[in-house]
Structures are given as C-alpha cells and as structure tokens.
C-alpha cells in the first residue's frame, strides 16, 4: 500500500481524525508545548506513535517545508462516482457534484475541496490527465478538508458527464459568455458545476455537453476571476438556495 507524508498542525490533525491510516507522527523536538499536547492528545486516541525528532531530521524529510510537524500515512484513495450518489443519498439531498475540467494548480484545487466541503457539496470530479491530482499541496491548500470531499478521478469528463446525464443531474459550465446570470442557479436540482483550467477554461468538448452555461457579471477591467474564487461563488450560491435563512 502506498505511503504519503501529511505535513503541518491542521492537515495532521485532520487526518488523524479520519479514517485513513497513520503509520507513525513526528514532531519537532522544541514544537511548543500546547500544540505538541493536541497532538499527542489526537495520536493516542487514534493510537499512533509520536516520535520527537531534531529539525534536520524533519528537513531532511520534508526539504524544510514541514511547520514542525509530519505523519506517515496510508495514500489517499480515490472514489467512485457510486460513493458520491450514496453520500448525497445518505443525505436525503439531490447531488451536488463539482466538476474539474483540467485544472492544474494544487492550491487552487485544495481552495476548491474546502469550499466544497463547506457548502455541502457531495464530491469532485477530475480527470486522470493534463490535471493535478490528490497531493501534498493539495491537501495543505485544503487545510484538512482533503479528508472530508470524496474525489473521483476518471478517464473521460466527457463520458462522465453522459453517465451524469444518464442519471438526472444536470450539468452547468462556467464562462463570461454564458447563457444565464449565476445568481439564477437552481439549488433544488440534482447539479454537477464544471469549472474550467485556469487559462483556457473549459474545453470546446466538455463546454459543447454541459446543459447550460452561466457567468460571473463583473464590472472592473480583469477579465475573469481564479478558478478557485468563481467556483466558491457557484457553490456558495447552490448553499444559499438549499439553505435559505432560518433554515
């Protein structure tokens, strides 16, 4: 079984609260005292070691990039496009998928994740090629949520998205000359949003199969906004609509 490092205070202590497996922790042997108790406090509970290593010993580990504190743990396992009907299912929610369309940037895919994890949606879906994967500046970005949003890795968006179809969700792209206001979206629906690469944006083939597409209205001289920020806009507007005040 693969191994993975989780580097840092929050994404470790997410990940120790998780499900996955956690071989060993190591900390830096001046970490101070509060944040060495929470984790000490979190490993037992989990029952992993905790080792006390020098700040070479984590340099030589991490290239220097390691805020004090490193767990071993099992490799992230991707999903299945199953796993996100049956969260939503298990939910008694319509799904609510979020769709990456060869998205490269790791930071802006662990933004995405913790949006994602924030307005309710059931998952995100990748492709296996041209795109970033689940790695450890994703789940740093993500600051823990990596744990929580089930992720689907496929071959084809294209053919994903005709399965998605197949099953009642409709599929809404992103883009500045899009048919309809964002604001527009309907929360109720069974909804998969599809979110372009940050300079070309969704490509011809995945744009010409999506349902509809909506756009961002802006008034300033930058044409569009990153990828991460207009997705969080979208999701957050699906939350709003299934969440309405006083409820």
């Known amino acids: 079984m693969s191994k993975e490092l989780i ?4 994404p470790v202590l ?15 042997d001046k970490l101070n005292k509060k944040t060495a108790d929470e984790i000490y406090e979190a490993a037992q509970a989990k029952g992993v070691v905790v080792n006390r290593v020098s700040r070479g010993k984590l340099d ?3 290239n220097g990039r390691h805020q004090g504190i490193i767990a071993s ?3 992230y396992a991707y999903a299945s496009l199953e796993d ?6 298990s939910k008694d929610e319509q799904p609510f998928f979020i769709i990456l369309d060869e998205l490269e940037d790791p930071h802006n ?3 995405i994740l913790r949006t994602a994890d924030a307005t309710g949606a059931h998952g995100v879906i990748i492709p296996k090629r041209r795109a970033v994967g689940l790695t450890q500046s994703v789940a740093k970005a993500s600051t823990g949520a990596i744990e929580y949003i089930p992720v689907v890795q496929v071959t084809n968006i294209v053919q994903t998205i005709k399965q998605l179809k197949e099953r009642y969700v409709w599929i809404v792209g992103t883009s500045k ?13 069974a909804i998969a949003l599809v979110i372009g690469n940050e300079g070309k944006g969704i490509s011809k083939l995945v744009l010409e199969n999506c349902d509809w597409t909506v756009s961002l209205p802006m008034i300033g001289k930058i044409p569009s906004l990153n990828a991460s920020v207009a997705s969080s806009l979208l999701m957050y507007e699906i939350y709003r609509k299934r969440h309405p005040l006083g409820e």
Do not use: P, Q
């Open 177 to 189: 000359e899009g048919a309809e206001d964002y604001r527009t979206l309907d929360g109720e629906t």
């Open 14 to 28: 997410e990940v120790l609260a998780s499900k996955r497996e956690v071989y060993s922790v190591s900390i830096l």
């Open 73 to 75: 743990v099992e490799g």
């Open 7 to 10: 580097i840092g205070k929050n």
């Open 84 to 89: 996100l009907f049956a969260l939503a299912e």
């Open 60 to 62: 030589s580990l991490t």
């Open 109 to 111: 895919l662990g933004a």
